[in-house]
T-cell receptor
């Protein structure tokens, strides 16, 4: 089944403790992206990647890092999480704008 | 800048038609999308429309695009309780067509 898999689904952590949210797609998509969803703000793009080793900042990149060493994986790294990063995170991949995005099921992160 | 706006809530009776509206600012957008988000799930692409089209119909869904007013709408005919979800309008960025700008989402509630 074609899908985008994120892990974990839920995560509660403490301020300052580094964490990684994994994202993997099995559709051989070149384009991958991370979004965060907050009430009243819709989805905002954090980082995106056009292909292996090609990443760029989205609209809200502060406090986040990404890497794209392989085509299928696009992990999101929070080096020192803070409470304002409490949010619902989505990874998505695309074969091109004609096809739209395929989204993962989301990761709900709480930073206390 | 690029911005997409939607009303936050819509409530309809089962069997009626629902119309969800969206306005966008980037007149150069090539593609416009409608996504559906069910509780606890990621976003699912419902339909899209090219900017050179006025209308697109897909079973119970009708998308209308008014480029002059930068207005997009999604009509759901014979709305069912299973249509209850959050609906996001999105436009492709004119400088990066693989990047999507999302609206805040409209929560559709269908009551019997």
């Amino acid at each position: 089944e074609a899908q985008v898999t994120q892990n974990p689904r839920y995560l509660i952590t403490v301020t300052g403790k580094k964490l990684t949210v994994t994202c993997s797609q099995n559709m051989n998509h070149e384009y991958m992206s991370w979004y965060r969803q907050d009430p009243g703000l819709g989805l905002r793009q954090i980082y995106y990647s056009m292909n292996v080793e090609v990443t760029d900042k989205g609209d809200v990149p502060e406090g986040y890092k990404v890497s794209r060493k392989e085509k299928r994986n696009f992990p999101l790294i929070l080096e020192s999480p803070s409470p304002n990063q409490t949010s619902l995170y989505f990874c998505a991949s695309s074969a091109g704008h004609f096809y739209g995005y395929t989204f993962g099921s989301g990761t709900r992160l709480t930073v206390v | 800048g690029e911005d997409v706006e939607q009303s936050l809530f819509l409530s309809v009776r089962e069997g009626d038609s629902s119309v969800i509206n969206c306005t966008y600012t980037d007149s150069s957008s090539t593609y416009l999308y409608w996504y559906k988000q069910e509780p606890g799930a990621g976003l699912q692409l419902l339909t899209y429309i090219f900017s050179n089209m006025d209308m697109k119909q897909d079973q119970r869904l009708t998308v209308l695009l008014n480029k002059k007013d930068k207005h997009l709408s999604l009509r759901i005919a014979d709305t069912q309780t299973g249509d209850s979800a959050i609906y996001f309008c999105a436009e492709s960025s004119s400088y990066n067509t693989d990047k999507l700008i999302f609206g805040t989402g409209t929560r559709l509630q269908v009551f019997p």
